[in-house]
Nanobody, 121 residues
Framework: QVQLVESGGGLVQAGGPLRLSCAASTRTGSPYGMGWFRQAHGKEREFVASISGSSAYTLYADSVKGRFTISRENAKNTVYPQMNSLKPEDTAVYYC??????????????WGQGTQVTVSS
């Protein structure tokens, strides 16, 4: 059973930074690809960013490229999206996900509970 615990959400002014974190507990402790998605009110969940188990590869949605940076600490099995230059349209519930071993794209196998990020204009 994989559990994902997210933290770091909150209210931030437009243009400001925010850092989320997601800690995963896995049976083996082996690194898996992890990613972040978000869901704004009334919209479908969308991909934000992901990182491979080795941290060698990252993917970003076009809407966050140049503003968000994803990183991870494998020893803690934790992934961090550093979000800069936030915009009101970044307001959403952000979800962490963990992929099947060897993947860092597509649909995650497990999801966190979500953390609210609100960007005020």
């Amino acid at each position: 059973q994989v559990q994902l615990v997210e933290s770091g959400g909150g209210l931030v002014q437009a243009g400001g930074p925010l850092r989320l974190s997601c800690a995963a507990s896995t049976r083996t402790g082996s690194p898996y690809g992890m990613g972040w998605f978000r869901q704004a009110h009334g919209k479908e969940r969308e991909f934000v960013a992901s990182i491979s188990g080795s941290s060698a590869y990252t993917l970003y949605a076009d809407s966050v490229k140049g503003r968000f940076t994803i990183s991870r600490e494998n020893a803690k099995n934790t992934v961090y999206p550093q979000m800069n230059s936030l915009k009101p349209e970044d307001t959403a519930v952000y979800y962490c996900g963990i992929y099947p071993r060897g993947y860092y794209s597509g649909k995650p196998n497990y999801w966190g509970q979500g953390t609210q990020v609100t960007v005020s204009s």
